[in-house]
C-alpha cells in the first residue's frame, strides 16, 4: 500500500526529474521552497496537509514558461497520480490548484489549499529570493537590468508591476505575516538601488 509519505516522495521526485535543467527561477528549489512555505501555511490555517504539500510540488508543472506542452504534461501526471492510488477527488483537488496558482492567470483558488499555495508561491517572488528570481528571469529574457530611457523594459520595471503588489495579495494571515517583512525587503533594495545607480 501507499503510505501518504511515501506518496509525497514519490511526487517529488516526479517534479524532480522534470526540473532539473531549467534556469528561470522555476527550478526544484523554488518547489521545494513553495513546500516549506506551504507546508508553514497549512499548519497554521486548518489546511489539508496531504493536498497542500501534493499541490505545491506540482504547481509549475504545466507552466508554458517550462513546457510548450502543457496539455501532454497534465495528462502524463493524471496518470502518475492515478497509479500512485490517489483517490479521485485528491487528484481533482490537486489538479485544480494547478490550474489556479500561476499569477498571471489572476484567479483566486476557491479551496483554503488553493489560496494557501498561491500565497506560498507568492511569497518566493519577494524578498531576497524573489530579487534574485527576477533577474534571474529578467536575463533569460535578455531584458536589463534597469534602463531609465525604457522605462517599462527592464527587471527594476516588474517591481513595480508585480512584486510589490503581492503583499497585499496575500489570501491567509500567516502568508501577509510572513509577507510584511519581504516586501519591506525589496522596498528597502530598490532605495540602495537608485542611490547606487545615481553615484550617491
Ligand atoms: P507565476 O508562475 O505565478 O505565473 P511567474 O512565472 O510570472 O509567476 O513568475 C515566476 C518568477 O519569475 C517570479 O519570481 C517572478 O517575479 C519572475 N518574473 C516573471 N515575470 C518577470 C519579468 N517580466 N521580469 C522579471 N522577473 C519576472
Ligand atoms: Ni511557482
Known amino acids: ?3 501518504k509519505d511515501n506518496q509525497l516522495k514519490k511526487i517529488s521526485e516526479y517534479v524532480n526529474h522534470r526540473f532539473s535543467n531549467d534556469s528561470t527561477g ?13 507546508t508553514k501555511i497549512a499548519t497554521e490555517e486548518d489546511a489539508n496537509l496531504f493536498i497542500t504539500i501534493a499541490a505545491a510540488w506540482l504547481h ?20 502518475f497520480l492515478n497509479q500512485l492510488g490517489l483517490q479521485y477527488s485528491q487528484i481533482e483537488a490537486i489538479m485544480t490548484i494547478i490550474d ?7 484567479v483566486i483558488p476557491t479551496t483554503i489549499e488553493g489560496k494557501i499555495v498561491q500565497d506560498a508561491d507568492r511569497l518566493d517572488a ?4 524573489g530579487i534574485a528570481r527576477a533577474f534571474a528571469y529578467g536575463g533569460s529574457k535578455q531584458r536589463s537590468i534597469y534602463d531609465p530611457t525604457k522605462p517599462t523594459d527592464s527587471t527594476i520595471h516588474h517591481f513595480y508591476e508585480k512584486l510589490l503588489l503581492l503583499q497585499d495579495s496575500m489570501h491567509t494571515n500567516t502568508g501577509r505575516m510572513i509577507a510584511v517583512e519581504r516586501h519591506q525587503y525589496i522596498e528597502n533594495y530598490l ?6 545607480w545615481e553615484g550617491e
Open 126 to 129: 519577494i524578498g531576497a529570493i
Open 100 to 106: 489556479t496558482t500561476s499569477y498571471s492567470k489572476g
Open 26 to 38: 522555476h527550478d526544484y528549489f523554488h518547489l521545494e521552497r513553495v513546500v516549506k512555505n506551504a
Open 191 to 196: 532605495q540602495q538601488f537608485y542611490k547606487e
Open 60 to 79: 509549475d508543472i504545466a507552466d508554458h514558461k517550462l513546457t510548450n506542452n502543457p496539455e501532454k504534461e497534465l495528462n502524463e501526471l493524471l496518470q
Open 1 to 3: 500500500m501507499h503510505s
